[in-house]
């Protein structure tokens, strides 16, 4: 069968970008971006958002993407549920919401990052009955993945929600048991709550499934 990526490139995505992208998921943020050559596609992109989530380097992350946008061989679907919500989500976390918002409101409604962004940017205004909207309507849409819960306890987390944050990492962990990401917010929860013991066991498993993050 006939291979072929968002780009509409018929030999579809490199083994290169879609290592990177899985080593950004890991958090292995340095490590991804070693692999990045030639022709960048959507994988690319993702993996570099991972320099703002991961390392906290927003500024980073939204020097890369604002190029991205520039970006000949990233047209269409590419530039609309990646390239611009990635932006947005890096320009809400620098302060620069009216343009976080203005690039949110135009990406698609049925579009995982789109509506992570939408969330992370009520977040950053203070609207928290708005952001739970978002992270709502980002489960339904992702059910029965972890995707959905995943980010609601990270939001939670950031809110000082934190036994909302273990509820939803926990049903998280139920939907992909060796997803590190669920289990390090669940040990933070713990963390911030004094259960220290609690939270050391929740990092190791974490650890587990992610050992070079260097968070856990």
Same mark, same amino acid.
């Given at each position: 069968?006939?291979?072929?990526?968002?780009?509409?490139?018929?030999?579809?995505?490199?083994?290169?970008?879609?290592?990177?992208?899985? =080593?950004?998921?890991?958090?292995?943020?340095?490590?991804?971006?070693?692999?990045?050559?030639?022709?960048?596609?959507?994988?690319?992109? !993702?993996?570099?958002?991972?320099?703002?989530?991961?390392?906290?380097?927003?500024?980073?992350?939204?020097?890369?993407?604002?190029? @991205?946008?520039?970006?000949?061989?990233?047209?269409?679907?590419? !530039?609309?549920?990646?390239?611009?919500?990635?932006?947005?989500?890096?320009?809400?976390?620098?302060?620069?919401?009216?343009?976080?918002?203005?690039?949110?409101?135009?990406?698609?409604?049925?579009?995982?990052?789109?509506?992570?962004?939408? /969330?992370?940017?009520?977040?950053?205004?203070?609207?928290?009955?708005?952001?739970?909207?978002?992270?709502?309507?980002?489960?339904? !849409?992702? !059910?029965?993945?972890?995707? /959905?819960?995943?980010?609601?306890?990270?939001?939670? =987390?950031?809110?000082?929600?934190?036994?909302?944050?273990?509820?939803?990492?926990?049903?998280?962990?139920?939907?992909?048991?060796?997803?590190?990401?669920? =289990?390090? =917010?669940? @040990?933070?929860?713990?963390?911030? #709550? /004094?259960?220290?013991?609690?939270?050391?066991? #929740?990092?190791?498993?974490?650890?587990?499934?992610?050992?070079?993050?260097?968070?856990?």
């Amino acid at each position: 069968r006939t291979a072929f990526d968002l780009e509409g490139r018929s030999a579809g995505y490199t083994p290169l970008h879609l290592r990177a992208r899985a =080593l950004a998921s890991l958090h292995e943020v340095t490590a991804a971006e070693g692999l990045e050559s030639g022709p960048l596609d959507t994988n690319s992109y !993702q993996a570099i958002s991972a320099r703002g989530s991961t390392l906290g380097d927003w500024a980073g992350a939204a020097r890369r993407l604002e190029a @991205g946008r520039n970006d000949p061989a990233l047209v269409g679907d590419a !530039q609309v549920t990646v390239v611009r919500p990635l932006l947005a989500e890096a320009y809400a976390h620098l302060g620069r919401l009216d343009q976080a918002k203005a690039l949110a409101a135009a990406t698609p409604l049925d579009c995982y990052r789109c509506l992570v962004t939408r /969330g992370e940017i009520a977040t950053l205004e203070g609207d928290g009955a708005a952001a739970d909207q978002w992270w709502a309507e980002l489960e339904r !849409q992702t !059910q029965p993945r972890a995707l /959905g819960p995943t980010e609601w306890a990270r939001n939670l =987390l950031v809110r000082g929600d934190l036994d909302g944050a273990i509820v939803h990492a926990k049903r998280a962990h139920q939907f992909s048991p060796r997803y590190a990401d669920p =289990l390090a =917010l669940w @040990g933070e929860a713990l963390l911030r #709550k /004094g259960d220290l013991a609690g939270a050391i066991a #929740k990092f190791s498993q974490a650890d587990a499934s992610a050992p070079r993050w260097g968070r856990n």
